[in-house]
């Protein structure tokens, strides 16, 4: 699982040309060219998406709305459902929750994956990936009334 963000360069900014935020449409119509590149089109996975989409951008507060945070909580939503996932990785890069810079990667000595901030604008060394994790887990809990707050994550 947390392997899938070594796996080279992520294209920047594709998740609608670098912006932090993104209407509702723009995620849905992003989501489903992603899509094709990796399987059929699925019409039933389609509307679970535009419906979580809906739930997840009402539910969303402050920088919740970041598409990030839409994206990989998106990406729960569907692996919950029975969905394989692991495509959505490839077209989503992880930003510092501070200051939405990119981040700099290394392993702790147990080979955990963790990231700190490129410019370290918050001057504090913590694991970047664990509040990004954390910030999911809550709009995630928001946007979905029947979802329990998720101990594993599917993407990241
Ligand atoms: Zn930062």
């Not at 992520?10 to 935020?21: A, H, I, Y």
């Not at 389609?46 to 990989?72: H, N």
């Not at 394989?84 to 981040?103: F, K, T, Y």
Request: aromatic share 10%.
């Amino acid at each position: 699982m947390r392997d899938a963000h070594t796996g080279g360069t992520k294209p920047e900014g594709e998740l609608t040309n670098g912006s932090l935020r993104s209407s509702r449409v723009a995620l849905f119509n992003h989501f489903r060219r992603c899509h094709e590149q990796h399987a059929d089109s699925s019409c039933k996975m389609y509307s679970q998406t535009a419906l979580a989409f809906t739930r997840l951008k009402r539910a969303a507060r402050g920088r919740q709305s970041w598409d990030m945070y839409v994206w990989f909580a998106l990406g729960q939503r569907l692996y919950d459902l029975g969905y394989e996932v692991q495509w959505m990785n490839s077209h989503v890069e992880p930003r510092c929750p501070d200051c939405a810079g990119r981040l700099k990667y290394d392993a702790t000595v147990e080979q955990q994956l963790r990231a700190r901030c490129g410019t370290d604008c918050t001057g504090n060394d913590g694991d970047k990936l664990e509040e990004i994790r954390e910030t999911v887990a809550d709009l995630y809990v928001r946007a979905f009334e029947d979802a329990t707050r998720p101990d594993e994550f599917a993407l990241l």
